[in-house]
């Protein structure tokens, strides 16, 4: 079975531009997260999912950051603009309710912004 | 909210070594996950254990609940064990809410 899927891998862009990164969870899954990794602050949990609906964005640095799940198999973090303290990778992971929040991660985006 | 201590921060080893990881958490828990990452970055699930021990291969790790805490034990390390051990748990009363803890780094020396 796939796991995970994230694109693009890696991501360098300039100061000001719009990011999009994209996240395929595992089918079947109900839960999907996004979370934010950096030196400073280790893995932060931005976002989090349950059957397409956004449950907590608390994590959710500011306004330039946006998340939607249109669908089941389809999640997309926004980054507009970005600015270089967003660089970081960036996880995606996907549970199900049934094995009581097991989750598994994709291979992460590394976004570095300049 | 519920917070997750990880110890030790840091820790050097000889191939074949074996070494205990801790993951302390303040508030009573129904899940709780090992995680490693590898040094390409790669977030590995290792167990899911939220009371009770498990074992595979030379991994193996024990929760107990009631007490707070679980435990990673790694023996006979290799070099490809270097990386860094995650617990993860959920926040508060929320089971759905996972948050990690900062890890301990692991370097296995040849």
């Known amino acids: 079975d796939a796991g995970v899927i994230q694109s693009p891998r890696h991501e360098v862009t300039e100061m000001g531009q719009e990011v999009t990164l994209r996240c395929k969870p595992i089918?079947?899954?109900?839960?999907l997260f996004w979370y934010r990794q950096t030196m400073m602050r280790g893995l932060e949990l931005l976002i989090y999912?349950?059957?397409?609906?956004?449950?907590?964005d608390s994590g959710m640095p500011e306004d330039r950051f946006s998340a939607k799940m249109p669908n089941a198999s389809f999640s997309t973090l926004k980054i507009q603009p970005s600015e270089p303290r967003d660089s970081a990778v960036y996880f995606c992971a996907s549970s199900t309710s049934g094995t009581g929040g097991e989750l598994f991660f994709g291979e992460g985006s590394r976004l570095t912004v300049l | 909210g519920i917070q997750v201590e990880q110890s030790p921060p840091d820790l050097i080893l000889q191939e074949g070594a074996n070494s205990t990881l801790r993951c302390n958490f303040s508030?009573?828990?129904?899940?709780l996950q090992w995680f490693h990452q590898n040094p390409w970055g790669q977030l590995i699930n290792l167990f899911y254990?939220?009371?009770g021990t498990k074992q595979n291969g030379r991994l193996s790790a024990t929760t107990v609940a009631t007490e707070r805490y679980s435990l990673l034990y790694i023996s006979s390390s290799q070099t490809t064990d270097s990386g860094v051990y995650f617990c993860a748990l959920p926040l508060g009363n929320r089971d759905d809410k996972i948050i990690f803890g900062k890890g301990t780094r692991l370097h296995i020396l040849p």
């Open positions: 999912f349950n059957n397409n609906v956004p449950i907590d």
């Open positions: 508030d009573s828990v129904n899940n």
């Open positions: 254990i939220p009371s």
């Open positions: 089918s079947g899954h109900d839960y």
